[in-house]
């Protein structure tokens, strides 16, 4: 399969990078030359634009930032709409509004191009070490079409349903990974505050029921105050936005999302929106201090 990938950043450049080994011929374009030439360095193809990367393409994917980038990308004159030949897959795995995903589905659908919206939780160690959780919206024909590439990307794969339910699977993700940030930095400054060492007791913790991942990857860091991105607050910020919006349109009251979007709001404002998401302990620490 010929593979175009537009949007190398944290997550694309080494999703990109994993596609180049598993022997996919992979022509890349990003806004961003450094992306372009980190894959070319690991032998994939560069493109100065999306017409060029997706010309020839069997499926492109996209990993951009957010949901007007991605229209952008999809339906501008330049766009992959416009110059991907039908048949072609398109494979949106950016994190975007459940709504945007349905028109851009719609738009491909039209020319017969198939889509599939395909966010990804996992983080950088995820899309490097191509272990990802994979959630995919569409139809399930194409999904299965397409298992093998994702296959590469990820390990835990599923179809959630049709277009969009890939990005309300996100949401419902980002909203349990925020709210987690949240309650490790306030255990984190309740340990601090009470002279009991952090490190010991975060171990405890990360070995019983409250362990997670995040406990795993990220409490040393947290610990620390090293906040290199990973994630951007920037980023989790927008999806709480969608999380919040996603709620409303489902009629459903969600509590603990609304004061993780506040608390995650709060980063932003106070200028750490390109700080890793593990940075909330600065709004929590900025409340006791
Ligand atoms: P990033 O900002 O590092 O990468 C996005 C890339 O898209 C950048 O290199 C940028 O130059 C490029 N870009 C923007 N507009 C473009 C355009 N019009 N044409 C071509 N390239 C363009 O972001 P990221 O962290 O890689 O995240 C990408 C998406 O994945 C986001 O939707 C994010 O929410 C989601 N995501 C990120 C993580 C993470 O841990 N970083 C985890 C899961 C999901």
Same mark, same amino acid.
């Given at each position: 399969m010929?593979?175009?990938?537009?949007?190398?950043?944290?997550? #694309?450049?080494p999703?990109?990078?994993?596609?180049?080994?598993?022997g996919?011929?992979?022509?890349?374009?990003?806004?961003?030359?450094?992306g372009?030439?980190?894959?070319?360095? &690991?032998?994939?193809?560069? /493109?100065a634009?999306?017409?060029?990367?997706?010309?020839g393409?069997?499926? &492109? *994917?996209t990993m951009?930032p957010?949901?007007?980038?991605?229209?952008?990308?999809?339906?501008?004159?330049?766009?992959?709409?416009?110059?991907?030949?039908?048949g072609?897959?398109?494979?949106? +795995?950016?994190?975007?509004?459940?709504?945007?995903? !349905?028109?851009?589905?719609q738009?491909?659908?039209?020319?017969? *191009?198939?889509?599939?919206? /395909?966010?990804?939780?996992?983080?950088e160690r995820?899309?490097?070490?191509?272990?990802?959780?994979?959630m995919?919206?569409?139809?399930?024909?194409?999904?299965?079409?397409?298992?093998? =590439?994702?296959?590469? !990307?990820?390990?835990?794969?599923?179809?959630? #349903?049709?277009?969009?339910?890939?990005?309300?699977?996100?949401?419902?993700?980002? %909203?349990?990974v #925020?709210?987690?940030?949240?309650?490790?930095?306030?255990?984190i *400054? $309740? %340990?601090?505050?009470?002279?009991?060492d952090?490190?010991?007791?975060?171990?405890? !913790?990360?070995?019983?029921l409250? #362990?997670?991942?995040?406990?795993e990857?990220?409490?040393?860091s +947290?610990i620390?105050?090293?906040?290199?991105?990973?994630?951007?607050?920037? =980023?989790?910020?927008?999806?709480?936005?969608?999380?919040?919006?996603?709620?409303?349109r489902?009629? &459903?009251?969600l509590?603990?999302?609304?004061?993780v979007?506040? !608390? +995650?709001?709060? /980063?932003? /404002?106070?200028?750490?929106?390109?700080?890793?998401h593990?940075?909330? %302990?600065?709004?929590?620490e900025? $409340?006791n201090t």
């Amino acid at each position: 399969m010929n593979a175009a990938f537009v949007g190398l950043g944290i997550m #694309g450049g080494p999703m990109a990078a994993n596609l180049v080994r598993a022997g996919y011929v992979v022509t890349g374009y990003d806004l961003s030359p450094e992306g372009v030439r980190r894959l070319i360095d &690991v032998g994939g193809k560069g /493109a100065a634009s999306v017409p060029e990367a997706v010309a020839g393409a069997d499926v &492109v *994917i996209t990993m951009l930032p957010d949901s007007p980038q991605v229209e952008e990308v999809a339906f501008g004159a330049d766009g992959l709409l416009e110059h991907g030949r039908p048949g072609m897959f398109h494979v949106d +795995m950016s994190t975007i509004k459940p709504e945007t995903s !349905l028109r851009v589905a719609q738009a491909a659908t039209i020319k017969g *191009i198939r889509p599939l919206d /395909a966010p990804v939780s996992g983080g950088e160690r995820g899309a490097i070490d191509g272990t990802l959780s994979i959630m995919v919206g569409g139809d399930p024909d194409d999904y299965e079409a397409v298992r093998p =590439l994702l296959a590469v !990307l990820g390990t835990t794969l599923r179809h959630v #349903g049709p277009s969009g339910a890939g990005q309300t699977v996100k949401a419902a993700n980002q %909203l349990v990974v #925020g709210g987690i940030y949240g309650l490790v930095a306030e255990a984190i *400054i $309740l %340990l601090e505050a009470s002279g009991v060492d952090p490190e010991s007791g975060l171990d405890v !913790l990360a070995g019983g029921l409250a #362990g997670s991942r995040i406990l795993e990857l990220r409490r040393h860091s +947290m610990i620390k105050r090293e906040f290199a991105p990973g994630f951007r607050i920037d =980023l989790h910020h927008k999806d709480m936005g969608i999380a919040i919006a996603a709620a409303r349109r489902a009629g &459903v009251a969600l509590p603990l999302t609304g004061v993780v979007a506040e !608390l +995650m709001a709060a /980063a932003k /404002a106070q200028g750490h929106g390109s700080l890793d998401h593990s940075a909330l %302990l600065k709004v929590i620490e900025r $409340l006791n201090t």
